[in-house]
């Protein structure tokens, strides 16, 4: 509250005098009697007992009501009132995997469901709401008001946890960000644990309602599972971890291609974590590992591993003499390579085509579908703009990439040069004396490296560096193979085959999504434990199909232990002072103080 | 004003009769209790006198004089002892009630207002008298007597007793000494003289009765004293006001200061009947709140003021 007139409050300074009035002369209640011979004697003496006492009569109290109101009206008081009854509420819900954990009859998501289906019937009319999911990314999931109830229940309905980890600083910046105009703004965040990830800012403009889902369980988890290829044989590694103060004695089963090959009992102590390895023979495409665990969150007791990850590689090899690449390109692992002599050369129409198409000393009219490696280009081509043949200047090698490190081409002269006129889209990765040496780049979904150089005019297929050149050229230029395991939640960048139209992703569940194919893919949604099936589709045809096991167990979230609440300030519950609307007082003090005064009338002639 | 017309208390409706016919005739049973050295007349009546006079029924003797009745001869007497006798008996005779009304303005005060119940007191009284055949005076008096009911005789003037009596409106400031000492004074046979006061007046009760000296008078005081009189249930500061005078003191109600009062009050009382036992006048206080006939009543026949 505050005064725009503050010299009014000293009219206040009326109240001691009003209290002076009343001990000079006490207003009493008159009353009759049939005579004062009997009080005549009593008088003198009450009368000087009566200037020491202060007379609380009902008077001297509406005396001083009125005046204090009427005191407090000159000073124009003013009060900062709502911007407005309605708030707006951003509804923050906890989608990590421990909020899959089991509570009774529920689990914790379902009981975030609820306090957040609740908040959502308590608004007024209005009110506006904000569902945001604090996922491995924080996002906006469904915003309304009121009418938009059954809407908004729905959105949350489709909701379900799963994932490493909560963004919930993302989520709190979200929230923000869609707070707009002056109306109340209030976060609730419903959530099992601490925050994760990004820090979570300092202070927040807005009512923060932190509410912790759960109660403390213990926990146990197999929280790391690798493979790794030994000679003919592979190791296989795994850590259990045991999140609970009691210690807990169970087995671990390790399965290859779904049948056991056998059971390890695993002794946890209290917060303590237990290493197993195998070694096993390669004869195993897919590795599952399962805990007997008997704890509230059964999706971080198993884990998986597909060891078959290896993508096939066929190369179409143009060229007139195809004996030196041919060799060299078959040296590359799980590669395929076909030749063709470029005066047969059609582009494939209608079918995928080669993954990789290797063109010696010629260039097609268009590039083809795959990825292309164009050795020693001639010139007339409408692709590339190439001059005539040119012999390198003497110079030192200009290195642009990681992917010569290592090799050893000091000593290779590369001979006459084709003079490429590096487009637009390239960039040069290796030079000598400033003519490009390697060039490479991507036009459309095209993945494309050039050789200005013809390998067999030079002494590099002398050299061990030319298998090597030739096998890292060849996977820059494919799609790498899929890991063996990712974590849930954790996004997952992919470079599909440059054929590729579109990407099916099958999650354990059986929901399948469809996504367009582009050269980098970011997955994102790989949130449930289990087997995702990847497919590469191009022409109505699969390209490549695989399994990509998504494991739920971590040290972030199969720690089911309450964590506290973070400390965050709070800003003032209004967007600005601005923006406020200020209420005057003065009119309902003075018309109380009338009030007052009419009762006072009222009451002495009562 | 128009609004004191239709919710203000109608005039009359609290006006009740003094008492209903069935008392009356209960009442009949009972009579003043008078002195029998009062002077009275010896032609009717039923109060005792103290003088004997020649009566057929004998209670002494004395010898003959001049003039007696030769009926009330003792010739029984006359053989045995050879001089003539006259036989005495009692006589009973009539005698005048004075009634004094109290209309000073401090009978109007009380629930229900003293003078209400003097009026009860007055009228009953008056139709005792007038049932057993004495002379009723009835006399309102503040600052002097205003005006009189009587000398009247026989319940046939009941009705105007009660009209009188009912017509008396406390308004009068008071003067308790001179209008009962004027009134004595007028009175020269004297009689039964009760005064229905509640002895409000600064000169107070015992200059009053310095009037009424017996044996010509013998007087009762009935002192109408209302509840809240003894026992205030005031608190706080007040204004008094004086329902006599007008007069207003400012005063602060404590226990203490209660307590005062009482004692007071208490001490007054205590000199009242001090004042009166020192003349001889019988002292009765009479509370407003006590029902007539079952508790006024049997109290004046235990002060022997009824019999």
Known sequence: MSFLLPLGLLALLTLPIIVVLHLLRERRRRVAVPSLMHWQHLARRQTAERVRRLPLTLLLLLHLLAATLLGLALGRPQIAGRAGGARQLAVVLDLSTSMATREGESTRFAQAQQRALALLRSLGPGDSATLLAAGTRARVIASGGPADLARLNAAIDTLEPGGTGADLAGALTLAEAVFAGPRRRAIVVLTDGGPTGAPLPSAIGAALDWQQVGTPQPNRAIVALAARAWGANVQVYARIANYGAPAFDSTVTLYGDDRALGTRAVALAPNGETELTWTLPAAYAHLRAALNGHDSLPQDDEAQLSLAQARPLTILLVSARPDGLRRVLAAVPDAQVTTRDPAGYQPAAGAPGAALTVFDSFLPGEWPAGATLAINPPAGSPLLEVAAQLHPSAGELSRRSPLFAGLGLDGVSFGPLRQVALPGWAETLLAKGGAPLIVRGRVGTHEIAIWSFDPAATNLPNRLAYPLLMARTVRDLTPPPLPQSVQAGLPLTLRPDARAAELRIAAPGGRQTTRDARPQLTLDDLTQPGLYQIEERAAGASLFRSQLPVNAGSALESDLRPQPAPSIAQAPNQPATAERQLVALWPWLALGALALLLLEWGYIHR | ?307
């Open chain 2, 1 to 307: 004003m128009w609004f004191k017309t239709i919710f203000g208390r109608k005039a009359g409706a609290a006006e009740r009769p003094l008492f209903d016919e069935a008392f009356l005739r209960r009442l009949e049973r009972l009579s003043l209790q008078a002195q029998p050295a009062l002077r009275g007349r010896p032609a009717g009546g039923e109060h005792l006198s103290r003088n004997q006079l020649p009566s057929t029924i004998f209670s002494d003797h004395r010898p003959y004089s001049y003039g007696d009745d030769y009926r009330y001869v003792d010739w029984n007497a006359y053989a045995h002892q050879e001089e003539v006798f006259v036989k005495l008996g009692e006589i009973e005779q009539s005698v005048s009630i004075h009634v004094l009304l109290d209309v000073s303005r401090s009978m109007a005060w009380g629930a229900p207002p003293k003078l209400r119940v003097a009026q009860q007191l007055a009228a009953t009284l008056g139709y005792l008298a007038l049932a057993h055949h004495d002379r009723l005076h009835v006399a309102l008096f503040g600052t002097a007597a205003l005006s009189r009911f009587g000398p009247a005789q026989g319940k046939g003037r009941l009705l105007d007793l009660l009209r009188f009596i009912e017509q008396a409106r406390a308004d009068q400031p008071t003067a308790l000494a001179q209008s009962i000492g004027t009134y004595a004074r007028r009175q020269i046979n004297g009689g039964v003289l009760v005064i229905c006061s509640d002895l409000l007046a600064p000169e107070g009760l015992d200059q009053a009765l310095q009037a009424l000296v017996a044996p010509r008078w013998q007087t009762l005081v009935l002192h109408l004293l209302d509840p809240r009189e003894l026992k205030p249930d005031l608190s706080g500061a007040l204004e008094l006001e004086d329902a006599e005078t007008g007069q207003r003191l400012a005063l602060t109600l404590d226990p203490d200061t209660l307590a005062a009062y009482r004692n007071h009050v208490s001490a007054w009382q205590e000199q009242l009947a001090t004042a009166c036992a020192r003349r001889g006048v019988t002292y009765a206080q009479v509370l407003t709140d006590w029902p007539l006939e079952r508790q006024v009543v049997p109290y004046l026949r235990a002060r022997r003021i009824l019999q």
